[in-house]
Antibody
Framework: QVQLVQSGAELGKPGASVKVSCQASGYTFTGYYLHWVRQAPGQGLEWVGWINPNGGVTKYAQKFEGSVTMTRDTSNNTAYLELSSLRSDDTAVYFC????????????WGKGTTVTVSS | SYELTQPPSLSVSPGQKASITCSGDRLGTKDVCWYQHKPGQSPVLVIYGDFKRPSGIPERFSGSNSGNTATLTISGTQPMDEADYYCQSWDSNYAYVFGTGTKVTVL
């Protein structure tokens, strides 16, 4: 079945970087966008950006330009989200989600990865 | 930046209808989808393309979108429907935007 499996919880220090992964299975990885969405404690859902695994084109929410990098490895159907210059308000659960190309919704979600920023 | 506004909370009795609104400038000209999100779980898509239901989503979930307001309706609300609900659309730069979220309590 269609599945997105995310990496385990991460702990990062302020100013450092962390990298979260999302491995897809059960569908053609390059046929769908891969989105990242976060939810900070007590807050709502917030779109971070997407990567098109077919070619690697990315689009980030303006708020995250310069602080996140999305990449992919098509040889193992995995997408990555790197968070750099970590701040305490980056503490959140980060979800990856599949999105049909040219349609504005996300139909399959990973279970989420908790990123905690603390010294 | 484009904003989507939802009521923070909504209470509904079991078996009654719940209507959750999502307001944004000229929202009726854009596609809207809705997600159900329960604590500790992943969000679930319940409506896409304004009114379409993904496979496996009960018929009691329906959607509409016109003018500046999209609405998610849960007919015959069940205790299992208690969750946070988020609308989502896109802005002029094709960036995705989530609504502020509505906590639905069934009591």
């Amino acid at each position: 079945q269609v599945q997105l499996v995310q990496s385990g919880a991460e702990l990062g220090k302020p100013g450092a970087s962390v990298k979260v992964s999302c491995q897809a299975s059960g569908y053609t990885f390059t046929g769908y966008y891969l989105h990242w969405v976060r939810q900070a404690p007590g807050q709502g859902l917030e779109w971070v950006g997407w990567i098109n695994p077919n070619g690697g084109v990315t689009k980030y929410a303006q708020k995250f330009e310069g602080s996140v990098t999305m990449t992919r490895d098509t040889s193992n159907n995995t997408a990555y989200l790197e968070l750099s210059s970590l701040r305490s308000d980056d503490t959140a659960v980060y979800f990856c989600a599949r999105g049909p190309n040219h349609y504005f919704y996300m139909d399959v979600w990973g279970k989420g990865t908790t990123v905690t920023v603390s010294s | 930046s484009y904003e989507l506004t939802q009521p923070p909370s909504l209470s509904v009795s079991p078996g009654q209808k719940a209507s959750i609104t999502c307001s944004g400038d000229r929202l009726g000209t854009k596609d809207v989808c809705w997600y159900q999100h329960k604590p500790g779980q992943s969000p679930v898509l319940v409506i896409y393309g304004d009114f379409k239901r993904p496979s496996g989503i009960p018929e009691r979930f329906s959607g509409s979108n016109s003018g500046n307001t999209a609405t998610l309706t849960i007919s015959g609300t069940q205790p299992m429907d208690e969750a946070d609900y988020y609308c989502q659309s896109w802005d002029s730069n094709y960036a995705y935007v989530f609504g502020t979220g509505t906590k639905v309590t069934v009591l």
